[in-house]
């Protein structure tokens, strides 16, 4: 029997089992000792991997010529942003007044989850503090998996923003002179 957990920070906690899944293998559970057994035919140990188990040739199936770039496409890459500089690009705005859209209203649940995208955005470096006067109001719609994915309507900021009108060389030109 194999089950597939997911990752997460959990303190000092092997593993967390739920509620479905008591539900669906309905172990025997010794209260007093903490343990927890199943019965199974035929029988067979069941145990908690201590650490994730490494993947011996993490570039099978990616040609060799590719080998190079490999660094690009992990993980620690793909967390990582440049750092922020003088010449950032900006976004100009009409002169209107101040834009400040209302919130919308948020589940405890849903507040909660927010707390913990802002603090875990911040410490990746995704996203700074800001002192800035412009707000854009945040929802949640649920994913497949049962989790929330963050949205941020900037419709308002969209409409008050100044348009970019510098015309862009046409696709066909540009293939002429390659």
């Known amino acids: 029997m194999t089950h597939d957990f997911l990752i997460s920070p959990i303190g000092n906690h092997n593993a967390i089992l739920g509620i479905k899944w008591l539900e669906k ?60 500089r003088h010449y950032d690009i900006g976004i100009e705005l009409t002169e ?16 909660v989850t927010l707390k913990e995208w802002l603090e875990a955005e911040l410490k990746a470096g995704k996203i700074r503090p800001s002192k800035s006067s412009i707000s854009s109001p945040v929802m949640f719609v649920p994913k497949k998996d049962g989790s929330r994915r963050l949205v941020v309507d900037y419709r308002c900021l969209n409409n008050r923003t100044k348009k970019n009108v510098y015309p862009l060389p046409r696709p066909d030109d540009l293939m002429s002179k390659l």
């Open 25 to 84: 293998e309905t172990p025997e559970i010794d209260w007093s000792t903490r343990q927890l057994s199943l019965t199974t035919d035929p029988p067979e140990t069941v145990t908690i991997a201590q650490e994730e188990e490494v993947d011996e040739s993490p570039l099978a199936g990616i040609p060799e010529q590719y080998h190079v770039y490999a660094k690009v496409f992990g993980e620690e890459e793909f967390n990582k942003l440049p750092p922020h």
């Open 96 to 111: 209107e007044g101040p834009l400040n859209s209302p919130l919308y209203s948020m589940t405890d649940a849903e507040s």
